[in-house]
């Protein structure tokens, strides 16, 4: 989380450094506080577990598990851990790889200082994942997967705000909501007033996947935050996310995640 200040609550588990880029895992101990402090390039972190809480000026930013943040390069913040700890991967970008990620800044003002959740972790997913893999394609992946990340991110503010687009994101909180059964087509489409396959279609478009992968997606997510809780089981878990049985969890975590249940449990607690 910086360079700069007190950084003995901050334990580094694992250092990659490819041309451009220079990626490390930090925990952090539970209520640790972090002064003011800088990255002198931009920085990109994904929350692999726990919260914090960060003061950067007069905004003040709640990062959870499953956020990304991107932040320029000489912004000045501090943080805040949660009770819980928290872990993340963080990437220092040099400013000729920002300038390229971000198209010549043409969003890069935007992209700087939020924090995205959501669908965005499905892209940052696979940046922690190349960040653990040890081989000769290791940094093609790393930068490919990077590119897709900003890429969606920067598409996040090419979507115009139409009435469509309002209806469109209340049918995607309202199948994403808690872990019960999921309603039918005809029900969120008469929420949202769409005409079931008009709204099929639509949704499609916007999210890049059907409702029954969106919320394959959400469980799968919900699924990685209890997954940093050694003391539950993952059957448990599976039956939590609404999931038939352990195996039909375990195919669907690895089909979106690329990794199975196990493989991310022992590299998040690490």
Request: glycine share 12%; charged share 25%.
């Amino acid at each position: 989380m910086g360079e700069r200040g007190s950084l003995a609550a901050r334990r580094v588990s694992r250092t990659r450094v490819w041309s451009g880029l220079h990626a490390f895992e930090a925990r952090y101990e539970p209520h640790a506080f972090l002064p003011e402090h800088g990255h002198a390039r931009p920085i990109f972190t994904y929350v692999l577990r726990g919260s914090f809480l960060e003061q950067a000026g007069r905004v003040r930013r709640e990062c959870r598990r499953g956020s990304v943040i991107f932040r320029a390069g000489g912004e000045c913040h501090a943080n805040l851990v949660g009770a819980g700890g928290t872990a993340s991967l963080n990437v220092e970008i040099t400013p000729e790889r920002w300038n390229a990620l971000t198209q010549g800044d043409r969003n890069g003002g935007a992209i700087a200082g939020r924090v995205f959740s959501g669908d965005i972790e499905w892209l940052a997913f696979p940046v922690w994942r190349e960040f653990h893999r040890d081989d000769e394609a290791s940094a093609l992946g790393m930068d490919e997967a990077m590119a897709l990340l900003c890429a969606a991110v920067q598409g996040t503010f090419e979507v115009s705000v139409s009435s469509a687009t309002r209806r469109l994101d209340r049918a995607a909180e309202y199948i994403g909501e808690g872990l019960g059964p999921a309603p039918g087509l005809a029900e969120v489409a008469a929420m949202v007033g769409v005409h079931p396959m008009h709204l099929a279609k639509l949704f499609r478009r916007r999210h890049g996947c059907s409702m029954g992968e969106f919320v394959r997606r959400r469980r799968i997510a919900w699924a990685c935050g209890q997954l940093a809780d050694r003391s539950l089981t993952i059957a448990s878990i599976a039956v939590g996310a609404g999931f038939a049985d352990h195996a039909h969890f375990t195919r669907t975590f690895r089909r979106l995640t690329g990794c199975t249940p196990s493989w991310y449990r022992d590299r998040v607690l690490t």
